[in-house]
């Protein structure tokens, strides 16, 4: 069956500061994959996705994520965060013949200034 | 910008009563799904819906689940017999584009409705 493993449940990181959030699945064929964030009070919007081609995704505010197929993972950068960063982050895989996602069980961001 | 809505925000009620939970999907999207997120835990797939039945369902979403779209506007989900374990933030989703090899479509996320099952 298909999981995520999102490794750090909660971080604490200053203004500035860089992130870089674990994401590892297991399943053998081809997936999807997506790091959605949820702002508290909020709902889940995606910050990425990656499908096909360059290994190396950019998305919203910043971040990046880069899949590395060998580790099967597909782990969430920012080079220096944000107050605003704040949040909720789910890893999430969706498998070739489905639309359906798998999440992880999120890694809860705080920022302080 | 289009987007996924949900009703009620936060409903509370006692064990046993049923509970529907509504959703209207962005306007032009053909996939619908519900997900669940019990406090502390992952956000779990329940049901996809396209073409007016169920394409998927997890082993979560037992015969006391049924969803329906019974006005092409609104998606809903009922739980016929609550229980204290459905304590959780439901989210609906919506997606534009049924699976199709590599280019499956992104799901877009509502505010999610919290069912407290006292």
């Known amino acids: 069956a298909q999981s995520v493993s999102q490794h750090n449940h909660h971080v604490i990181l200053s203004e500035a500061a860089s992130l870089e959030l674990g994401c590892n699945y297991s399943?053998?064929?081809?997936?999807?994959l997506f790091w959605y964030v949820q702002y508290p009070g909020q709902h889940l919007q995606l910050l990425l996705k990656y499908f096909s081609g360059d290994p190396l995704v950019k998305g919203i505010k910043g971040f990046e994520a880069e899949f590395i197929k060998s580790k099967f993972s597909f782990n969430l950068r920012k080079p220096s965060v944000q107050w605003s960063d704040t949040a909720e982050y789910f890893c999430a895989v969706q498998s070739y013949n489905t639309d359906k996602l798998i999440f992880g069980t999120g890694t809860r961001l705080q920022v302080f200034p | 910008e289009p987007e996924v809505t949900q009703t009620p925000s936060h409903q509370v009620t006692q064990m046993g009563q049923e509970v529907i939970l509504r959703c209207v999907p962005i306007?032009?999207?053909?996939?619908f799904y519900w997900y669940r997120q019990i406090l502390g835990q992952k956000v779990e797939f329940l049901v996809s819906f396209y073409n007016n039945e169920i394409s998927e369902k997890s082993e979560i979403f037992d015969d006391q689940f049924s969803v329906e779209r019974p006005d092409g506007s609104n998606f809903t989900l009922k739980i016929r017999s609550t229980k204290l374990e459905d304590s959780a933030m439901y989210f609906c989703?919506?997606?534009?584009?049924?699976?199709?090899?590599?280019?499956?479509?992104?799901?877009?996320f509502g505010e999610g409705s919290r069912l407290t099952v006292l």
């Open positions: 306007s032009n999207h053909l996939y």
């Open positions: 989703a919506s997606s534009p584009r049924p699976p199709s090899g590599l280019n499956t479509g992104e799901l877009f």
């Open positions: 399943y053998g064929g081809t997936v999807n």
